[in-house]
């Protein structure tokens, strides 16, 4: 069942291994087949080294396993509440990668410090706010995706493909589970350029509207430059 | 003797090399059979790139050595205290992996800025007090193992497996020879958020109480929900 | 046509990755055959690792396709202006290398701190001015170039082979595609090193104008001590 | 002639790039015949994969090339001037490591924060004077010896077996030109340490007398603890 969403979730979960965003069995990967209203994610606490995409956990959008043997990654919740509030999106990625972490629990945005940015995340990196001693003692990891949703109240899942967990680290999203992985590379690569560039120029206010526009819509809408396609 | 030991001591400083936390002879690994009171340990200088099982020095809790040919390990004093003091702990990891150092250089404790910190150490790692003079014209390394355990008078070693020695360097431990360097892999890891965290925000206070009892109980304990087990 | 000239920028782009200064389809080098007017380059979002050398895209001056079956590179109409603003150059190459991207976020330039940018950069590494909103709004990939020929107007350009676009990130020019690919990695070394150098001294001042004509001398012109030449 | 020291010296070479120490044909080694006062030294801007022994240089002390068919390194005096007035070492490298050079144009000496440091260097990494415009001017190279000669006036270069040179880059030194490439490594590792100290707490003061004192005596003399010698 689903072996073909299965292996998509295998290799967005391994893209991680090999970018070097994840380390020991961190982070985890998903996918969505919307028809079907399945998801397919990454066991708990797998080696990568011997994962395989039977391994994959299977379930509905409630989180009820319907297929796998093992038991789901912990952050399951999480990622079921995205695909809930975000219809458009069909794959999620979470990892420790260490620079977004960083401005995670440095509590900081990440801000739109230049076109590399703009090329994929349509203004800042928003953080969420942080969660209540409340929220965190009752179901802390679906109140982790409503965190994350609350914050996308007036933004743009599909131009802001990513977010900062508060004190937690990133999550990323995308039309499938390897586009998820591609920005949860792409956001760790900006996050690094935008730490060196925060610790060069503590003032620096990052690029104009204009350049944001620009650079995001060479790459997004029916205006696209970049590529082969079209 | 000990052969099954050995291998695991020598496997756990493997481990260190092949996880980048050492650097030509430096670091060193022991393990522990509880049971005869015996102590593997890496040999002092050897390269890691030759080194069999059969090289580990084995000695008793008071250092007395029973089986091997080369000279121990020359922290074999600090691993013994550990092991004397914290009868929990079955493996001992040294390195001088390069943030966990910095922040030991540098005096300060690693707060708990997030999740990764939290799921693996319940609260700041802590630093030692400076050794006096005296203290280091003495048994050096040995008073280096009593400063740690003096400094976990109040704190629990299996909550929180791993240390900062002031002006020198970090220590690790675990359940068994793997867990150690395992924690002392992730000790690095989090040093290092911790140090972009730092100085992106000086300010930062750190995740809540909430958030640290959320986190470190997900993966100990009898209600941990992480990975395969239970 | 142009087989050699294919070969030699693919080598050139191949250069980038093997250097660690591109991710994913990011980059991009260009060559010139002079006597021709003809410019050949990578073309847009193909992966580096199937990219053969008559996948390069063949244009003249004007930017008008002469060869090639794929679309140019994104941004084409830069590396034309710098060729036809810059006679004595014969290949350009663009990154998003992290550490000169990020001088180029900060909107600094990069002071000559030490020898080694003194060996490659006669002065400072010099940062574009802002494009306006209407730069950015018309012809935007031409106006980039445009702003560093602006910037260049009392610069030479082979004694300074390289430029930070502000906000955007570094173009690395030379003799041939892989001088150009070479200067490209020397910036992000220097920019590396600037960066730290920065940090730990933000009152640093650099080097004297005598030793920055001493090792550029080394290296450059008639008087030149380096290598097996001459 | 000199088979045996010319080995040595590839070696140190290549112990160089694969430490990761040197970028394109950067850095030297060199090491010395003490009984027949020649010295053997990398050939200036060569490429490391291809350069075998017989590339290396055979010089006496005074520069003088008595053997090999290519030009010495460009840094050849200040290796001459470092053998005549140490006459204790054997081999002297040079090279642009980053975080050394970072120091070192930052104009700051490396403080002795901890035990890794300390088990190499007796007391600070010192910085050379800047050199006065008429020593640029002269014979630079030689010039750059007799400013690190000068600033070891009052040091042992046996304990202090490395230094920076002010705007530039580090030398080391060793007995042997392994044991000058391996002090290169650990000077860099401590440089980077150190550096992650100084940002994290400005303030810090470094290790006591006594505790330098007992870790590099551990390392040194006939007392050392370290190892399988003695």
Known sequence: MLDDLKEKVLDANLELVHRGLVLYTFGNASGIDRKRGLVAIKPSGVPYETMTAQDMVVTDLNGKIVGGTLKASSDLATHLELYRAF???GGVVHT???YATAWAQAGREIPPYG???ADYFYGPVP????LSAEEIGGDYVLNTGKAIVRRFRELDPEAVPGVLVAGHAPFAWGKDP?????HAVVLEAVARMAYYTATLNPECS???QALLDRHYFRK???KATYGQGG
């Open 220 to 222: 997004h809408g029916a």
């Open 206 to 208: 990052g690029v104009s």
């Open 96 to 98: 420790h990668s260490e």
């Open 127 to 130: 953080v969420t706010e942080e």
């Open 87 to 89: 219809p458009g999106i």
């Open 115 to 117: 076109t590399t940015h």
């Open 178 to 182: 390897m586009q998820a992985a591609y």
